[in-house]
């Protein structure tokens, strides 16, 4: 039974899990693109992945192109996983299933954590990959940990409370439950 107080809360959960849909699709058209595009010009897909990383050059090899689309792509369905668990926790709250709404927050928080890991380490690979076939002395290994990795820091640090905090409220309203 939903009471007039929680109204609006739904309405803005209802409003976020449309947006976050929203979102999902665009990371899946992108993925999908970025498919496209690495399957119909792999050398200009690469060319420009590997400007992204600060380390253009003309000279990719063809595993180079792949690596680097590969871990692009990587990134993105990381990325997809997350939005699809966030939108999860406002099905389930628009259900009132706040054990799945849980579950839910957990499994994104946890996401966070493996898409600061893979920020990193995906950073790391594609300086690698982009400078393989320089000469010896010119190839770079970069680590870095900059703002997006500190937002995701943030964020993953807020869903990990939010989904410990859905546990508590999961089981008050158990409690609430069995009184009623």
Same mark, same amino acid.
């Given at each position: 039974?939903? *009471? ?61 192109? !792949? ?9 993105? !369905? ?23 709404? *849980? ?47 500190? *937002?995701? !820091? ?12 859905? !546990? ?13």
């Amino acid at each position: 039974m939903i *009471s007039l107080e929680a109204k609006p809360l739904l309405r803005s959960a209802c409003l976020m899990r449309r947006a976050l849909l929203l979102i999902l699709g665009i990371l899946i058209a992108t993925a999908l693109g970025t498919l496209g595009w690495i399957a119909v010009d792999l050398d200009r897909a690469g060319l420009s992945l590997a400007e992204l990383t600060g380390y253009g050059s003309a000279a990719l090899r063809v595993w180079q192109s !792949v690596a680097l689309g590969a871990i692009l792509l990587g990134h993105i !369905v990381i990325w997809i996983a997350v939005v699809w668990r966030g939108q999860q926790i406002f099905a389930a709250l628009l259900r009132e299933d706040v054990e799945a709404a *849980s579950m839910a927050a957990a499994q994104a928080a946890r996401l966070l954590w493996i898409m600061l890991i893979w920020g990193v380490l995906a950073n790391t690979l594609a300086a690698l990959v982009a400078t393989w076939h320089f000469p010896d002395g010119q190839r770079a290994l970069v680590i870095s940990f900059g703002s997006a990795q500190i *937002s995701t !820091v943030l964020a993953a640090v807020l869903a990990t409370f939010t989904s410990r905090a859905f !546990v508590f409220g999961a089981a008050l309203w158990q409690d609430h439950k069995a009184v009623i």
